[in-house]
């Protein structure tokens, strides 16, 4: 039986560990959820945080992208450069990658975004500022090797690449100033399966960016 995976396409964590599945050739059953649902006794059940992705693998539950795609890669992938079981020097910088994707580059564009959805303003410039400094950051990894771990594409980098693809929406990756970065992205835009898992959740993300700031 496949694992199931319930997601929300406009959430740039649940769009990466998608593009995964699609990387290790895994069958996962995708089950698209309202945020209404995420409160409901049986989604409450499954994650009480009420949070996507919430990976269900027989009777085993986690949530949380980067928790999920570590797991995926342990249990059923032989891409052991994706993310290694025994290399601790190469897994802790993809740690560190994947931390600072959610503490930094994620946490800024939720709240860079946020007066959008409240409809009290657009991006403030310190916002603004802020994730065009999180773009330097990603540079600087770039500068040293080609993928923003090391020398080979990992989790970190599908994580990334949905987070930024979303911030694009609002912020656009400037090539002058950020040439590796922006060869990266495209890079990742050329990913056989980055359409697929992607494109639905960017349209339905710029529909309520849209809304909201009309």
């Known amino acids: 039986m496949a694992p199931k995976l319930y997601v929300m396409p406009a959430s740039p964590p649940c769009r ?19 945020r209404g649902q995420l409160k409901t006794p049986e989604m409450l059940e499954l994650n009480p945080e009420h949070t996507v992705p919430i990976l269900v693998d027989d009777d085993f539950v986690v949530w949380e ?24 020097c190469k897994t802790a910088i993809i740690n560190q990658r994947m931390h600072f994707e959610s503490g930094v580059l994620f946490q800024r564009c ?17 916002d603004r500022d802020k994730i065009i400094e999180a773009f330097g950051f990603i540079e600087n990894y770039l500068e040293k090797t080609p ?10 980098d599908l994580s990334i690449l949905s987070t930024v693809a979303s911030i694009e929406l609002v912020i656009p990756v400037e090539e002058e100033r950020f040439p590796n970065l922006s060869s990266w992205v495209k890079s990742g ?26």
């Open 16 to 34: 990466a560990v998608m593009m995964l599945a699609k990387e290790i050739d895994l069958e996962v059953e995708i089950e698209e959820i309202e």
């Open 147 to 156: 993928y923003v771990a090391g020398d080979e594409m990992t989790v970190a």
């Open 65 to 88: 992208s980067h928790a999920i795609m570590p797991y995926l890669v342990g249990k059923y992938s032989d891409k052991e450069s994706l993310y290694p079981k025994d290399d601790i």
């Open 189 to 214: 835009k050329e990913l056989s399966y980055f359409e697929e898992c992607n494109s639905k959740g960017l349209a339905e993300l710029k529909d309520l960016i849209d809304a909201a700031s009309a």
């Open 110 to 126: 939720t709240t860079a975004i946020a007066p959008l959805f409240q409809g009290i303003g657009d991006i403030s410039d310190d």
